[in-house]
């Protein structure tokens, strides 16, 4: 396993265990669809050859770019709206190495692997806006009841 295999399935895990600590439905939805897409690519990637299209990979991206665009109609929450805009890009890149898979062989390699970590800093960061308010009212909530008091 490579430095940046661990640390991408290093960012994943603490990204999962803080979303489904703190996060809502829809961020747990969310990080349940990108983690089951992380663990299906090397399944499906072909590894005897990069410069080969990965129809496997874009099949998985498509079907996760499908269902982040459908969870940001559902939920109306903007990392849901960022998170499907980066996935676009994933597969925009696949596209674009069908075209021509000699000129963008680099571009391909590097752009799909630094999408995965948008895609987690996009639900990491909406599952602590999400869970800010809820904090600050918890603390408010005894202040209040105590200056409501006779």
Do not use: K
Request: proline share 5%.
């Amino acid at each position: 396993m490579t430095l940046a295999q661990i640390v991408g399935w290093t960012a994943l895990a603490l990204t999962c265990a803080v979303v489904f600590w703190r996060g809502e439905r829809p961020e747990r939805l969310g990080a349940a669809l990108i983690a089951v897409a992380w663990l299906l690519t090397p399944l499906v990637e072909l590894r005897r050859s990069w410069f080969e299209p990965q129809l496997g990979i874009l099949a998985v991206d498509v079907a996760t770019l499908v269902a982040l665009v459908a969870l940001a109609f559902r939920s109306r929450r903007y990392w849901a709206i960022c998170a499907s805009a980066f996935q676009a890009i994933a597969v925009l890149t696949h596209l674009a190495f069908l075209i021509n898979p000699e000129a963008l062989y680099r571009a391909y390699l590097f752009g799909n692997f630094s999408i995965g970590f948008l895609l987690l800093g996009s639900i990491l960061g909406g599952t602590l806006i999400e869970a800010a308010p809820i904090r600050f009212r918890r603390r408010l909530a005894p202040q209040a009841s105590r200056s409501s008091a006779p």
